[in-house]
C-alpha cells in the first residue's frame, strides 16, 4: 500500500461552495499529480508539480488551482463548486531515477458529487 | 493524435485459467510501458513498468510483453484467482515526458 492519503474520500457539496481536496504522501516524492476520472473512463492529468512552488496545468483543462508549499503536501482548490465538477479526483506521486520517475503511487481518491 | 487501445469489454474467466489483456497504442513512441491494478472507487495501483528494450517481464504470477513493432502488449495473469477481479490499466510514458497516458482498462471478471 503506497503511503499517499487523500481526504475526505466522499464530499458532498451544494453549488457554489469553495472546497479544497487534500493530498499528502510520506515517501518523500518530488513530483506530485492530480487526476480526474469518470466511471469507465481514462484518468485525465488535470495539475502536476516537480516540486516545492512549482506547478502545472495538465492535459485536461480545470478550473480548479493547485499549490505546493511542502514537498509533502499537494491540496487542490475548488473556488465554486458546480454540478459539472461532479468525478472522482485522484491525487499521486512519483520519485526520481529514470524508472522511478515514471511509477505512479496513487491515493485513494476523493468521490466528489456537486448538487 | 496518441491513442491507447484497451477492450472495452470485459473479460470474463475461469479460476485457474491464464487471463491475457491486450493493449494497442498509435501515434505513440513509447520508452516505458506500465500496467496498474483498479478496484471499484479505488485509486491504480502499480503492477509491473517494462521499458522499450525488453521483450518481457515477470513478476510471480504476472507477466507482460512489449512489442514495439507491433505497437502492442499484452499481460498475462497465470492461474486466475477470484481476487484478480480488477479492471487493469495501461499506461505509456516517453523518455521526454515521464508522465504516463493511461487507457481506459478492461475490467477481468475471475469466476469460481
Known amino acids: 500500500e503506497a503511503d499517499i492519503y487523500q481526504t475526505p474520500r466522499y464530499l458532498v457539496i451544494g453549488t457554489g461552495k469553495k472546497i479544497t481536496l487534500e493530498c499528502s504522501q510520506t515517501?518523500?516524492?518530488?513530483?506530485m499529480y492530480w487526476y480526474q476520472q469518470d466511471p469507465g473512463m481514462e484518468l485525465h492529468l488535470i495539475h502536476y508539480?516537480?516540486?516545492?512552488?512549482?506547478?502545472e496545468k495538465g492535459d485536461l483543462s480545470s478550473e480548479s488551482t493547485v499549490s505546493r508549499i511542502r514537498t509533502e503536501h499537494f491540496p487542490l482548490t475548488l473556488e465554486s463548486a458546480r454540478p459539472s465538477h461532479t468525478s472522482q479526483y485522484l491525487c499521486?506521486?512519483?520519485?526520481?531515477?529514470?524508472?522511478?520517475?515514471?511509477?505512479?503511487?496513487f491515493g485513494a481518491g476523493t468521490r466528489l458529487s456537486v448538487l | 493524435s496518441q491513442k491507447i487501445e484497451q477492450n472495452s469489454e470485459a473479460l470474463n474467466i475461469q479460476e485457474g485459467k491464464t487471463a491475457t489483456l491486450t493493449c494497442n497504442y498509435t501515434?505513440?513512441?513509447?520508452?516505458?510501458l506500465q500496467w496498474y491494478r483498479q478496484d471499484p472507487g479505488r485509486g491504480p495501483v502499480f503492477l509491473l513498468l517494462?521499458?522499450?528494450?525488453?521483450k518481457e517481464k515477470r513478476k510471480e504470477r504476472l507477466k507482460v510483453t512489449f512489442d514495439t513493432t507491433l505497437k502492442q502488449s499484452l499481460f498475462h495473469i497465470t492461474a486466475s484467482q477470484p481476487a484478480d477481479s480488477a479492471t487493469y490499466l495501461c499506461a505509456l510514458s516517453s523518455g521526454g515526458s515521464y508522465i504516463p497516458t493511461f487507457g481506459r482498462g478492461t475490467s477481468l471478471i475471475v469466476h469460481p
Open positions: 501515434n505513440y513512441s513509447p520508452a516505458y
Open positions: 508539480s516537480y516540486g516545492v512552488n512549482s506547478t
Open positions: 515517501m518523500g516524492h518530488d513530483k
Open positions: 499521486a506521486s512519483s520519485g526520481t531515477g529514470d524508472l522511478a520517475k515514471n511509477i505512479q503511487y
Open positions: 517494462i521499458r522499450e528494450n525488453e
